[in-house]
């Protein structure tokens, strides 16, 4: 099975589904009379922590205005774990329709995709602005929707869970030249990963039969409802206009004695 080409881009969905919930940060400043004098959009970029601290670093005085260099947020992804909690069958499978054509899929693996999310500010005030705006909305999940597969429609509701918190101060020299107070924020997606795509050789479903009898057992029974349902057409196609045969035949004592009846929906 192992060669069968295929990508979904399903992991790198996550990834920027994850960064899409914190581009719309802001961090205000106001003078002693509570009057803004200004709103920041913190950037924001998919990057480990240590690059931002060595461009930090190459600017020793630090004498430009705040907005410059902080605040600022990166994220990235630390680890993909397989989640056994979330497993179902694997052998199951569903169908969707790709246009006209029926394809067949697996059921999907759970998997839990780690990110970091780290708060770079010289401010302490900064930093609280930037949490405060984040936390409120992880009790301790936040969904996001995510188009999994894009060719037969899956989508799926994916939680992001809040983890961890720690806090740290970057400095340089002794305590009083600090040079950055860094949060991480460490989450957990909870996202499915997709096998390839067939197309499905079962065909579709063009009868369904339901028999109801009047005891639990089915040798004894005296009585027999016989439910039947087809299209009408019986060749018809999904996105065709039709409509359905409904049949219901009684047997007792295996004598058949209802008559039947159409139905069009």
Not at 2 to 26: A, C, D, P, W
Not at 81 to 101: C, E, H, M, V
Request: no cysteine; aromatic share 12%; charged share 25%.
């Amino acid at each position: 099975m192992l060669g069968t080409y295929f990508y979904h881009e399903i992991i790198r969905k996550t990834v920027i589904s994850f960064g899409t919930i914190f581009n719309q940060i802001h961090v205000r400043h106001e003078d002693k009379n509570n009057n803004s004098i200004s709103d920041i959009r913190v950037p924001l970029a998919y990057a480990p922590v240590q690059k931002f601290l060595a461009r930090i670093q190459q600017q020793p005085e630090l004498n430009k205005a705040t907005q410059i260099t902080l605040p600022r947020m990166s994220f990235e992804m630390t680890s993909i774990r397989y989640d056994p909690t979330r497993k179902s069958n694997i052998t199951q499978t569903f169908k969707a329709l790709d246009g006209k054509n029926l394809k067949k899929v697996f059921m999907p693996v759970p998997f839990n995709i780690g990110f970091d999310l780290n708060i770079l500010t010289k401010l302490n005030d900064d930093a609280l602005q930037i949490v405060e705006q984040i936390l409120p909305f992880f009790q301790p999940s936040f969904n996001i929707t995510i188009d999994l597969i894009d060719s037969i429609g899956e989508k799926r509701d994916i939680p992001v869970v809040l983890e961890n918190i720690t806090f740290q101060d970057d400095y340089e020299g002794d305590f009083s030249t600090r040079r950055a107070l860094i949060y991480t924020l460490s989450f957990t997606a909870k996202t499915y990963l997709f096998g390839p795509i067939a197309d499905s050789t079962d065909g579709l479903i063009r009868k369904v039969q339901a028999d109801i009898y009047t005891s639990t057992d089915v040798q004894t029974a005296k009585r027999e409802m016989r439910y039947t349902v087809t299209p009408d057409p019986i060749d018809a196609n999904p996105d065709d206009n039709f409509g359905f045969n409904e049949t219901i035949e009684f047997f007792e004592d295996g004598r058949d004695f209802s008559p039947t009846r159409k139905i069009d929906i």
